[in-house]
């Protein structure tokens, strides 16, 4: 995504942001993880918004995120443009959701392309994430929408979505 209003609005610097103290370093657990992958997608009707931030697992730093905005299939434009325009519209990213949003199967292969390349994931039938998971707050990103989603597309689920952490269920 190269749209600098949309780089300007969502990219952040997390080391700033997000910094990890020594005193929380200091309670973390061993795990067999090396990222999470933080995903809260957004969308009510279909899905409109697909971000994912990548975490080091043992450090807890940021390593790189991925940010589409999805246009849905099933919606009617108008109500998409009514929808786009009040979650959007008064942060003035509505232009660039226009703009910039793609068919959430290009989503998805750009998804795949990222984990991928991260060497998080490989394209073989029926494979899990390689060293990572999946973090949300709630089952309803990864067990509600994406399959309706997938479904609404004419996607198969892909595997890689049928495991994560749900952060409800630990705090």
Known sequence: MDDALHLEKFNHNLSMDLPVSASAADKVKP???DYFLVLDLEGKVEILE???VMIDAH???FIDSF???VRPTAMSEQRIKEYIEGKYGKFGVDRVWHDTAIPFGEVLQEF???????????QKQGES?????FV?????DLKTKVPEQC?????KLPSYFMEWINLKDIY
Not at 129 to 133: D, G, Q, T
Not at 136 to 140: A, D, K, R, S
Not at 151 to 155: C, F, L, P, T
């Open 67 to 69: 940010h589409r905005f």
């Open 31 to 33: 795990q067999k993880l």
């Open 136 to 140: 949300t707050c709630g089952n309803w």
């Open 50 to 52: 697909f971000p994912v």
């Open 129 to 133: 994430l390689n060293s990572s998971a």
């Open 151 to 155: 479904k609404v597309s004419k996607i």
């Open 59 to 61: 450090s807890m730093e």
């Open 112 to 122: 795949e392309d990222w984990i991928g390349g991260h060497k998080l994931w490989k």
